[in-house]
């Protein structure tokens, strides 16, 4: 099996030209860039292992590890109801801060199940998951909760 060869003698010869631009530039060797590549992956499996309930298709390269991923985020959300609105399919909820999502605020999520507001009423303590895709945002899972310590 030489088939490889040639190329393998080609990327050498590449990769010396780059060594040599590298060392042209004043540039050390090791790539900085490399560093910062590897920061992101680990930030993108800290971030995977947090939303575990994802189906596990984002195996996209470090690079693409931008705002757009693909498929909905979701995100666990601890508060206290604010009020309902069953007409409008909707929950004010004053919430703890989320971390790498938003900070402690309160304000309105839309349901896509009404029925998960038939026992919520104000000063509920609650815990959800905030959906996230290109559509809007809107909670699932609402759980009534012991308050945070
Ligand atoms: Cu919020």
């Known amino acids: ?24 530039k004043g540039q050390p060797k090791g790539q900085p860039k ?9 930030s993108l499996l ?6 575990s309930s994802q189906p ?7 690079e693409q590890a931008a705002p ?19 007409a409008a399919k909707s ?3 004053d919430h703890e801060e989320i971390p790498g999502f938003m ?4 304000m309105p999520y839309p349901v ?11 000063g509920d303590p609650v815990t959800a998951e905030v959906v996230v895709d290109p559509s809007g945002m809107w909670l699932e899972n609402i759980v009534k909760a012991p308050p945070a310590q």
């Not at 050498?12 to 780059?18: C, F, K, L, M, P």
């Not at 298709?57 to 470090?62: C, M, N, S």
């Not at 757009?68 to 069953?86: C, F, I, N, Y």
């Not at 896509?112 to 104000?122: F, I, T, V």
């Open 1 to 24: 099996m030489k088939l490889g060869a040639r190329e393998q003698r080609q990327e050498q010869r590449t990769q010396q030209r780059a060594d040599y631009r590298g060392r042209q």
């Open 34 to 42: 490399g560093w910062i590549l590897s920061m992101a992956a680990v």
């Open 46 to 51: 800290l971030w995977l292992g947090a939303c």
């Open 56 to 62: 596990a298709q984002e195996t996209q390269p470090a």
């Open 68 to 86: 757009a991923a693909e498929g909905p985020q979701r995100h666990d959300l601890r508060g206290k109801v604010v009020s309902v609105d069953k």
């Open 91 to 93: 929950v004010t909820v």
């Open 103 to 106: 900070g402690a605020m309160a």
């Open 112 to 122: 896509k199940d009404e029925a998960l507001l038939d026992n919520l009423s104000a």
